[in-house]
């Protein structure tokens, strides 16, 4: 039994334009399941005690709540929110139900991929240093583009970052209390910003993000080597 309560805040603002679909990507079908079911399906697996927030864009919200409900999660199970204009605004929109001395994740709704085991390992870390950001080794060079050109840098110190990220609530809502800064792409941005130190640890390299038809592609192949 955990001495806090663990929310979840899954942010579904993604459009369908680059995976070349007029239907937003977190509703598209993925072994006959909405990819958003596939993540929240993880979540629930990982521990049925998590408290599962879902920030639909208002223009979404009415379908989304009809689909998931199609699916087992209705009002009862999940507490539905209202995005905002940015990711930022949303997350805010979401920490706004979650009281300061819970344990909370915020995910990508169309990581749809990512395991039990990673979930319990983000929980564990944000218990032990107040956060907890997955992350994986890049396996290309990168180069940064400058005003004039472009440099290498270098590979091995270099973190491909992802979600789940989990944090303290209590340090989350503080940070997200900061004036909105395009410099904030995610959690972890807002909270560092702040001043606070946040912890890495290991990620999964199949939490893939769902961006492209080929991602879409690779999911259902990895989904079906679980199954079987």
Known sequence: MRSRKVFAIIVAGGSG??????????????????????????????????KLIVVFPEAHMEYG??????????????????????????????????????????HDAVRCMLTQELVLRCITNAENNQSAIPVVMSRDSIRQITETGSRNLMRNEIRIVQTPQAFDAGLLKKAFLLEYQ???????????????????????????????????????????????
């Open 182 to 228: 395009d410099s904030f792409t995610d959690e972890a941005s807002v909270v560092q910003h702040l001043g606070h130190e946040i912890a890495l640890i290991e990620g999964e390299e199949a939490n893939i993000k769902i961006t492209f038809p080929m991602d879409l592609i690779l999911a259902e192949k990895l989904l079906l080597q679980r199954i079987n």
């Open 65 to 106: 709540m009809q689909l998931l409900q199609k699916h087992g999660y209705d009002d009862k199970s999940v507490q539905f929110v209202a995005g905002g204009k940015t990711r930022f605004h949303s997350v805010k929109n979401g920490l706004s139900i979650v009281p300061e001395d819970a344990v909370v994740l915020v």
């Open 17 to 50: 334009s680059r995976m070349n679909s007029d239907e937003p990507k977190q509703f598209i079908s993925l072994l006959d399941k909405p990819v958003i079911v596939h993540t929240l399906d993880a979540f629930h697996k990982a521990d049925d005690q998590i």
